[in-house]
């Protein structure tokens, strides 16, 4: 536990001393960067320990920023009390589907969490004169601190996610290292094995589960303070499935890889994005070698990555 907590301490202070020195424009970039690597951090609790391969990371995002966004309307100085109860609804929201998908079965639990996406931009649409429906909705009011005021602008939105991953990185290591943790891993390798041994397999995991949505909705309120606007696009399976390729390539259960890897590969794909049509081909190739890459990694063909 010591040390993945020193190399992500070292990660953090690389990009906080890195953010310090942008000018806003890229600043934002990084933010966006680091939003991808937030939602990245909560999957892996849920894939990483657990071994469920969810697609819902978008709805649990979407639930965040629009909830947030709503209630902040309503109660302007209530920060310190959405963001929490907020996160906690996610929570409690993810442990409770988590059990009867839990119950289909590896390959249908994915397929089934892909439909809480398509759900919740449904419900988004359905719902318009509350979210504003396939046109969005402005951010009227930022969230707001005793002592410190309005968090808006760059600066602020890049603290609040360097603090998150903070936070959800020491909570990572230390459900890892813990009991739950223990019984997470044993799920994730042989869920027969777990179940005879005594796990409650639904409600272990179910934890899991919910820890991911609450850090991806935490990241959907930093990305609706940051964009100002928020629009059902912005949280449908194309961001599932990004935030899926990159804990892929990173290395599920690891802490710090996937993190490097969104902000290192999110930056060279943003690099190539002034060579018109060959855009696209660019980006398939970068992302192709870094997953063959990440294979022969874990399968020792490529002694000179790290492990």
């Not at 929570?91 to 249908?108: D, I, M, Q, R, T």
């Not at 309005?150 to 991953?165: C, M, P, S, W």
């Not at 919910?210 to 309120?221: D, H, Q, V, Y």
């Not at 002034?274 to 992302?287: M, N």
Request: overall charge positive.
């Amino acid at each position: 536990m010591g040390g993945e907590l020193r190399r992500l301490a070292v990660f953090l202070g690389a990009v906080g001393a890195l953010g310090l020195m942008l000018p806003n424009v890229h600043l934002l970039a990084l933010n966006q960067h680091l939003f991808l690597a937030l939602n990245v951090l909560a999957l892996n609790f849920s894939l990483g320990l657990g071994g469920q391969a969810s697609m819902a990371t978008g709805a649990f995002c979407g639930l965040g920023a629009y909830a947030s966004v709503i209630l902040h309307s309503m109660w302007p100085q209530g920060t310190l009390v959405i963001v929490p109860a907020v996160a906690f609804t996610a929570y409690a929201c993810g442990a409770a589907v988590s059990k009867p998908l839990e119950k289909l079965g590896e390959g249908f639990l994915a397929m089934a969490t892909l439909c809480l996406c398509l759900i919740f931009v449904n419900l988004v649409l359905v719902f318009t004169p509350i979210t504003g429906g396939s046109n969005g909705m402005m951010v009227s009011h930022h969230p707001m601190l005793p002592f410190i005021g309005e968090l808006k602008g760059d600066r602020a939105n890049f603290a609040a996610l360097l603090a998150l991953l903070a936070l959800g990185g020491y909570l990572f290591a230390a459900v890892r290292s813990s009991r739950l943790g223990r019984a997470l891993l044993a799920c994730k390798d042989d869920a027969l094995a777990a179940s005879s041994c005594g796990i409650d397999r639904l409600s272990t995991r179910a934890v899991s589960f919910g820890i991911g949505g609450a850090f991806s909705a935490l990241a959907g309120m930093v990305l609706a303070n940051s964009t100002g606007f928020i629009s059902p696009g912005q949280f449908d399976l194309g961001l599932s499935l990004k935030t899926l390729l990159f804990l892929v390539i990173g290395g599920p259960g690891k802490l710090t890889r996937p993190l490097i890897a969104v902000v290192v590969l999110e930056s060279l794909i943003a690099w190539f994005h002034a060579l018109g049509e060959a855009t696209v081909l660019v980006h398939g190739l970068i992302l192709a070698g870094a997953l063959i890459a990440g294979y022969w990694r874990e399968t020792g063909r490529l002694r000179l990555l790290p492990r």
